[in-house]
């Protein structure tokens, strides 16, 4: 497969299918999950927080969407990932949970398709030239807001 950037708003993406699943309309496999990793802060990142404490990690929050049609044949994925930082936590503090927890739509907007927090990335995994003109099509649709009745 390749990977290709998708130049579109990651909110516009989630919003269309939300509204296609309100529609009943939504004829696309849509699974979004949420995981937590924990990462050591950099020495100059412990200085510019003033904390005195070494082993001082911090907490990201990554959700992950994947939008491809029911039928596998057409070979392609379209990918939102966004990596949301939560903040600090001390050796002491409670675990980020381990795994990914499933979420529906509405949760996924809520919890990172939220302005100026996080960052996402949006692209595309094509196992050929059809597949990518099959999403090209696709993503035409979104483009334009259009929906089936």
């Known amino acids: 497969m390749e990977t290709y950037p998708v130049d579109l708003e990651a909110s516009q993406i989630v ?11 939504l004829q696309l ?22 904390e005195e404490v070494e082993d001082l990690n911090d907490i990201l929050a990554i959700g992950t969407l994947e939008v491809s049609p029911p039928a596998p044949k057409n070979g392609w994925v379209l990918r939102i990932r966004v990596e949301d ?3 600090p936590r001390l050796p002491e503090d409670e675990d980020a949970p381990e795994g990914e927890e499933e979420l529906d739509l509405q949760t996924f907007e809520a919890d990172f398709i939220v302005p100026e927090r996080g960052t996402a990335e949006v692209s595309l995994e094509a196992e050929d030239a059809h597949a990518k003109a099959s999403f090209t099509k696709f993503l035409n649709h979104m483009l334009r807001n259009e929906h089936k009745k």
């Open 85 to 87: 930082r939560i903040g």
């Open 15 to 25: 919003r269309w299918l939300i509204e296609e699943q309100r529609r009943g309309t």
């Open 29 to 50: 496999k849509v699974t979004a999950t949420c995981s937590y990793a924990v990462e050591a802060f950099e020495k100059a990142d412990l200085e510019q927080i003033g």
